[in-house]
């Protein structure tokens, strides 16, 4: 049985596969193939924040293979407080064939997991959010043909999605360059882990936007405060003012360019309007590629 935590827990040679079988999945729902190879199994979501990508992909995605969900609000359901995190899991992984978690700590996913007998997947910590990644990766191969070679600027705070979409890029082949201010940038424990488990992966950490995007093919950004740091966002806003992904930025990237978003976005705040409604943006094809690579995955873990 595997679990879906980390992207730093999964090989190359896995994502490849994995995202292969999610664009297989996409072309065959564009031609009306809905086949339920998971007929009758049943996803269990916990999440302790709000969701809207993460929650109806994955509740989606089990119903398009045939499958059922189930949805259970963190907070409502007291996971770690009504009772412990290992009773929670030893209990809920009998009754489904494998749980989501969205969790403050990552350490609640990774207790979860190491009591569970069925295999969870990890929708958004204060970690990492690889689900996202795998998404990204996806709308990156549709976008460029070939994730390899490839050159991601990650502009703004070096978070959860930024850490998931490191290493994927690492993983793929493709130069990541993180451009923070000081003191936002990968904390040394993930950097140590990091070259560790992808020692061929080109991670840069060069702070200025305006240089890091000269040659850019994948402009990201996401929010300054994350969910759990809205007592940061004033400070954040403050600290982050000149990371704002804008035209006036997007004149220095060179033409093909694109620009990538997790979402939500804070308009107007880490990306303008102009920029996230722009020709250049794929914020929402992406957005929808959440759905097929979730898939590819739940058909990997479940069969
Ligand atoms: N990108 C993402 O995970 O979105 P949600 O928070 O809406 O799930
Ligand atoms: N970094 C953001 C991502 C939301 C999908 C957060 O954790 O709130």
């Given at each position: 049985m595997r679990h879906f935590l980390d992207l730093l827990d999964v090989?190359?040679?896995?994502?490849v596969h994995l995202l292969h079988e999610a664009a297989e999945l996409k072309a065959g729902q564009e031609r009306g193939q809905r086949k339920p190879v998971l007929l009758g199994r049943v996803l269990g979501l916990v999440f302790e924040k709000p969701s809207l990508r993460t929650r109806v992909s994955f509740q989606t995605a089990i119903a398009q293979l045939g499958g059922a969900s189930v949805f259970l609000p963190g907070n409502e359901t007291g996971l770690g407080s009504r009772e412990s995190v290992p009773d929670f899991a030893r209990t809920m992984s009998q009754y489904v064939d494998a749980v989501v978690l969205r969790t403050f700590?990552?350490?609640?996913?990774?207790?979860?997991a190491a009591h569970a007998t069925c295999p969870v997947i990890n929708g958004l910590s204060?970690?990492?959010?690889?689900c996202q990644a795998l998404g990204d990766l996806l709308?990156?191969?549709e976008v460029f043909g070939d994730v390899a070679g490839r050159t991601v600027v990650f502009v703004g705070d070096g978070n959860n999605v930024a850490r998931s979409l490191a290493v994927g890029c690492g993983k793929l082949g493709a130069k990541f360059i993180l451009a923070a201010p000081a003191g936002y940038g990968f904390d040394e424990p993930f950097l140590r882990v990091y070259r560790q488990q992808v020692p061929q992966g080109e991670l840069l950490m060069n702070g200025e936007p305006a240089h890091a995007v000269a040659k850019a093919d994948v402009i990201y950004t996401d929010v300054w405060a994350s969910?759990?740091?809205?007592?940061?966002?004033?400070e954040r806003r403050r600290q982050f003012a000149s990371y704002q992904v804008n035209?006036?930025?997007?004149a220095l990237a060179p033409k093909h360019a694109r620009v990538m978003h997790c979402l939500p976005a804070h308009r107007e705040e880490e990306v303008t309007s102009e920029v996230l409604d722009g020709d250049r943006s794929v914020v929402f094809q992406q957005a929808g590629n959440r759905m097929h690579a979730q898939k590819a995955l739940l058909k990997w873990l479940l069969t």
């Open positions: 090989s190359r040679d896995e994502i700590s990552h350490q609640t996913i990774e207790t979860f204060d970690y990492s959010h690889p709308t990156m191969q969910m759990g740091q809205e007592a940061e966002r004033d035209g006036a930025l997007m």
